[in-house]
């Protein structure tokens, strides 16, 4: 069997910031973390301060680390999608745990309807008994939606009961037919 490899990963050119604002960064930090670290950083402390005013010195950690941890650990690459940072894997999961996604039917030839979606319930699977047992449970059930519900339009569920079978030679030549099998030894003699 063939393997194929990729090898565009080696050819991945970061670029890296030597130098801010006259501040020699020596080795150099990579571009988009910082760009990423910085929209972050407005993004939460301005939040913050809005909401909550300047920090103190005990506050200002809660002002700091997060924007950082999440800059420092959402800019290395995943681990399970090579190609992705793990921001960009952490935000698909949040996008698809609330909004979910819209199922492809027949190769995108038909739109899907609302009741072919994936129901909320079934995308939060484990995390819906968790959430439900905490002070904020009814309010999660309510989200959540019906434990079993069937949505409208959509018909009752199928249970398959496929079972494999193991054909041996002997009744792959019986399928076959006797004299194919007699030409097909006849042609290897």
Excluded: C
């Excluded at 301005?46 to 680390?65: C, D, H, N, Q, R």
């Excluded at 193991?166 to 099998?181: E, F, H, I, Q, T």
């Amino acid at each position: 069997m063939r393997v194929g490899h990729t090898y565009t990963r080696h050819f991945d050119l970061e670029t890296k910031q030597h130098e801010l604002l006259g501040m020699d960064l020596g080795e150099g930090a990579p571009r988009r973390a910082l760009v990423l670290g910085l929209v972050l950083y407005a993004l939460w402390t301005g939040a913050l301060l809005l909401l909550f005013g300047l920090p103190s010195k005990i506050t200002f950690t809660l002002y700091f680390l997060p924007p950082l941890i999440t800059a420092v650990y959402g800019t290395q690459r995943s681990r399970i999608v090579e190609r992705r940072w793990n921001i960009t894997r952490w935000s698909i999961g949040v996008r698809y745990l609330v909004l979910g996604h819209r199922p492809i039917i027949s190769a995108g030839r038909r739109a899907a309807n609302r009741s072919e979606w994936i129901s909320r319930r079934a995308r939060w699977a484990g995390k819906a008994e968790l959430l439900a047992e905490s002070p904020l449970g009814p309010l999660v059930e309510r989200w959540l939606g019906a434990e079993e519900s069937v949505p409208p339009g959509a018909g009752a569920p199928l249970r398959l009961t496929a079972r494999p079978r193991l054909y041996g030679p002997d009744a792959v030549g019986k399928a076959y037919g006797r004299k194919a099998m007699q030409q097909h030894r006849g042609n290897t003699s």
